[in-house]
Structure formats: C-alpha cells, structure tokens
C-alpha cells in the first residue's frame, strides 16, 4: 500500500460515501471508485460494503484503517522531525527547580545550553514547591526526587544524575566532641536537621534512615540537637560555624568537602533518595528544543560534577 491508499480508506471512512471522500482529497468520484476497487483487488479483500445510503468498512477495512491511522501519523511525525533537524531550534523554555540545586548546577548548564543555542529563551523559576507544570504552563522541571502518586501515568520522568545525602561535620566539631563510630554514637551527637517540604503532617524530620553502599536494607536513626530550620543553607552555615552534624546533598557541599571546611562522618552511610531528576508532562510529541535540553543536561550531570569536586 502507497501512502494515497492510506489516505483514501481514511478518507472514505470519515465520510462515510465515495463521493465525500472524492471531495475531501480534491479528486472525481469515479477516480475514488476506481482507486478503491484496485486497492480491495490487491489485497484480496473487501474493505467497505456500499450501500445506497452509506459506505461503512468491513472488519477488514477496520483493521487497514486503524493501521493506516498509525501509520500516516508516523509519516507526519518523521517529516516534522526532519524539517526540524534542519532548523536551528527556536522558541521558550519554561522550566522549574529547587532553589539550591537551580542556583548552583542548574543555572549554570542552562546557560551553557542557551549559548549553543542562541535562539533559544530560558525562564527558569526557583522554587520549594513542585508546579503543577502542565497547569502552570511549564516545559518540565528537573527535581531531587522521582515523582510520586496517582498522577504519574500523565507525567514523564528521568533520572538525570545519581545523588547520595552524607553525613558531615566540621574539623572543630569533631575536635571538640569526638568522631562517632557507629550510629547508635551518632543519635547522642547535636545533630542539625532541615524541617523539608514544611514539615507535612506525619512527617519526622528527626529520623534520618541510612544504608550502607551497595545495601538496601535502611537503619533508622532517631538524631536530637538544639538546632534546626526550614532553610537548608542555615543549617549548612551552622554545620560549618561547629555546631553540629548535618545529612546534607553531595551536591551542595562539595566545596566545603573539597576545601577541607566540611569532613565526612560515618562515610560507609548514606541516604541514597535524593538523585537529580527531570520531570515534564506528557506530550506524544516532544518539540526537538525539550529533547537536545534532556540529553544535554543528562550529558552535563552524568558524571555528578560534585562528586568529582569532592574527591
């Protein structure tokens, strides 16, 4: 079958007689009647019983039609992106982040991006709380965890980098009051903990649940200490000031492990739920300026810079 014989099926389908689907592809009722009687003679089959009030299809003309659906789609969608690839890509992209990981490894590589594509516009928009995107008008958001509950199926996702939140103190802290050895020692240390999300009914910031690397099975460690906020940056400021030990992103304190301000306590745990992610919804097709952004960012994160940084 020619991609005119797609079309024609469809056509007299959706019209539901030869002639209005004569006049819908622009060609003379006898040329739909003869183009049709050639196609079911090729294929064996009947495809539309006529009538003199309707042509409606067979089981078979069903089948091809369905197929032909599919197919003229694919023929669209690969001129679209043909057409594309020979086109600098243009337009907006409106995108979502945390605030710390936006403005520190985010915005960064976005600019790098928009320089290797100068016709390109980025809004991004720093955020604690997840947009609804679609609602909100966003292109996608790149998160510090997977998204979770009944409305996943409408929204895509993608791991762009693996991240581990560790165990850290400054040198004086540990000068003043000892390194702990295991994690029942770690729950007498002054602990700083970060009150995330708002602190949501139910939820226990003072719990912090470790592993070992390469270990699935989670200790919980219930931590205390006089101190701890909303802002991950205070409590990070506190941590370097001596106050206590902190569970904080690879990501945000490389720096401070790379300089020596900040050591790493209990090295063997770590809660591993905080790996970079991107998250969009879903669309059946994806504009090719979205696609060179993921790949991209993917590329850029891959071999988790802050861990590099910290070595």
């Known amino acids: 079958m020619e991609r005119g014989d797609l079309s024609l099926v469809l056509a007299i389908r959706d019209q539901g007689s030869l002639s209005g689907a004569a006049a819908s ?7 739909v009647t003869k183009r ?11 495809l539309f019983l006529r009538t003199t009030r309707r042509v409606s299809p067979t089981p078979e003309g069903d089948a091809v039609c369905e197929r032909a659906l599919a197919l003229l789609k694919g023929f669209e969608a690969l001129e679209a992106e043909l057409q594309e690839r020979q086109s600098e890509p243009t337009g907006v992209i409106r995108l979502a982040a945390t605030f710390g990981f936006g403005r520190l490894w985010l915005a960064p590589a976005l600019a790098l991006f928009q320089e290797q594509y100068p016709r390109l516009s980025i ?7 997840l947009p609804d995107l679609a609602r909100d008008g966003y292109d996608g958001a790149v998160w510090l965890w997977s998204l979770q509950g009944s409305h996943t199926a409408q929204w895509v996702s993608r791991r762009l980098a693996r991240n581990q939140r560790v165990l850290v103190a400054s040198p004086a802290y540990l000068r003043r009051h000892g390194t702990p050895a295991d994690l029942p020692t770690l729950a007498s240390h002054a602990c700083l903990t970060v009150r995330e999300n ?12 470790l592993q070992k690397e390469r270990d699935k099975a989670v200790t919980r460690v219930v931590v205390q200490g006089p101190l701890s906020s909303n802002s991950g940056e205070v409590v990070r400021d506190w941590c370097l000031a001596g106050r206590g030990i902190m569970l904080r992103s690879l990501w945000d304190i490389a720096p401070q492990l790379a300089s020596g301000q900040l050591v790493r306590v209990l090295p ?4 591993a739920d905080a790996d970079i992610h991107w998250l969009a919804p879903y669309r059946p097709q994806v504009p090719r ?6 790949d991209f960012l993917a590329d850029q994160f891959r071999h988790t810079p802050w861990k590099v940084r910290s070595a």
Request: glycine letters at 8%; charged letters at 20%.
């Open 25 to 31: 592809l622009g060609l003379a009722p006898p040329a």
């Open 36 to 46: 049709l009687a050639a196609l079911e003679a090729r294929l064996g089959a009947r």
């Open 123 to 129: 809004e991004l928009q720093l955020t604690e709380q």
């Open 198 to 209: 708002g602190n949501a009914p139910g939820q226990r910031y003072d719990v912090w649940q």
């Open 268 to 271: 063997a745990w770590s809660m």
């Open 289 to 294: 300026r979205m696609r060179l952004l993921t």
